[in-house]
Structure formats: structure tokens, C-alpha cells
């Protein structure tokens, strides 16, 4: 049975699509249902059928996809320990949500390593759900996810079921985000229905589990403005509210660097829903590394930074 074979069961299985995983897989979709289904002929039943939510496991496929999952977790740990042995590599990899204090933690971090030994870096920014699940199908040991505290149970059960741990850093309040130039910024106080009008830009693929991530809807705002723009990094987000006034942000506490890099200002503005926590995840048996300490007290560094800062 070929190893290659069990990453292509698997990336069929989080996408719910050959079409997709194909393309995550950069091969073409013919060649991947060929290998799906040579894999089906040797084990003697079918992994997936097509169903209106697309492809999704049988209950056979369903084991053998957590037995799978295993293995290639056990081949990983083994192909790891030439690299652990090897004192002139540094390794380190996370999945991260956009937050700009996490950016700066991660550049902090890096920025200390030894340039005369190797270095391999894997970061990447995204949503909760696929830091989650990053982490249970790799190659990501190590993950941040920020969900609003009223769907806590939600992830903190989906990530009991994965077999993951988690440990809360840091809980805050979402503060508006817009350019220096905004009709808004000097506004003696804010109140969310002031923002009724102009133009929201929000993360287009935030999800929940259970009740978001098989139908894509998105979370919940309280301003229930008619205008948005989606994005899905940090950089194109701040070039529209530098360049583009009537837009706005709710987003986590930014680093003084980044407002004054883009003219932005941070204000306060209760509203319900805007409660949010960053919580750092991974594998119920890993073992952190020296290099792992090192980010983590980096992050802690950054998040200081950030919640001592008085906003107005």
C-alpha cells in the first residue's frame, strides 16, 4: 500500500471534493480518483461515496481514515528524528490566524535564529479550521486559533474529538480599525451603529465547527452593514484602509509599527459578539522543542505589547 496514497484518502476526506484535493495536491483530478479508487480495490470496500454535501466516508472509510491518519503521524515522528538529531537544523513550523502582534512574534522569533545552521521555517496564516486541521493531517505541529468566546464550546468539543490539546493565551475585545483620515477616527466616542453605512472589511473564510463549516457561513457581525469587502491577508487589508477612508475593521489590538506604517488608528466600540480569544493547539502526545519555548515566549513578549495599551 502506497503512503502517497493515504495523503490523497485524507486531503479528499477535509475537502469533501476530488476536484479540490486534486488541485490542494497539484496533480489532476483524473489521476486522483484513478489512485482513490486502486486504493478502494486493495483494501476490498469504498473509502467515500458521493453524497449532497459531496464526497464524504463510508463507515468503513471513516476507520480506515483515523487508522490512516496514524500512520502517517508514526512515519512523520520517524522521518523527524534525523532532524532532531541534527543540533545544526532548526526546525520550527506553525499555523497562525491574521493577527498582526502574532506576525510580529513570529518575526521576532526568526530574527533570533542562528544564521550559520540550517534553518526550516513553515508558517502559515489562516483560518481556525484549517490551523486545525493543519495540525491533524500536518505537516503543522503547533497552532493559534481565534474564535469569538461565545462558540468556545463549540471548538474547545471539536478539538477534544480530534485529539488535541489547547491551552488559552490571551482574551480581548475587537477594536475598530480604520485610517487616521476616517469621518470616525476623532469621533469623541463610537458607538457600532455609527459604522451603518460605510464599508466593512472582513476575513471572507472564518468558520465554527458543526454549525459553519459544512455550509461556509460566516460569523456573526453586529453592525449589520450592507457594504463589505473580504480578504484573506493582513496586507491587502491595510493598503484598503490606508488608501480607501470610508472602510473599516474589527479587528484584535495591532502594534503601534503597524498603524503608523499604514496611518491607521485604533478605537474602542462595545458591541456584543466582539469578545474573542486566541488559544494555542496541538497534538495530544507532542513534545515541545527548545525552539518551540523560544516562539512561545516570544508570543508572550508581542501579546504584552499589545494589552497594555490604552485605547480610547
Known sequence: MNTLHLKYAIEVERTCSITQAAENLYMGQPSLSKAIKELEDTLGYSIFERTSKGVTPTQKGVEFLSYARNVLIQIEKMEALSDTSNTNIQS???????GSYIADAITSFVSELDINKEINV?????NSIQVINNIIDGPFNLGIIRYQ???????????TEKQLRYEPLWEFEYLALMSENHPLAHKDKIDYRDFKGYIEIVHGDTAIPY???SNGMKTKRTDKTSKHIFV??????????SSITSTYMWVSP???KWLKRYNLIQRKCKASGHRYKDVFIYPKDYIFTELDRRFIDKFSEEKNKVSFKDYK
Open 232 to 241: 484573506y491577508d493582513r496586507c491587502s487589508q491595510y493598503d484598503m484602509l
Open 149 to 159: 468566546t461565545e462558540y468556545e464550546n463549540y471548538f474547545f468539543d471539536y478539538l
Open 211 to 213: 454549525i459553519m463549516q
Open 92 to 98: 520550527f513550523n506553525i499555523s497562525i490566524p491574521r
Open 254 to 256: 495591532i502594534p503601534d
Open 122 to 126: 513553515n508558517v502559515q496564516e489562516t
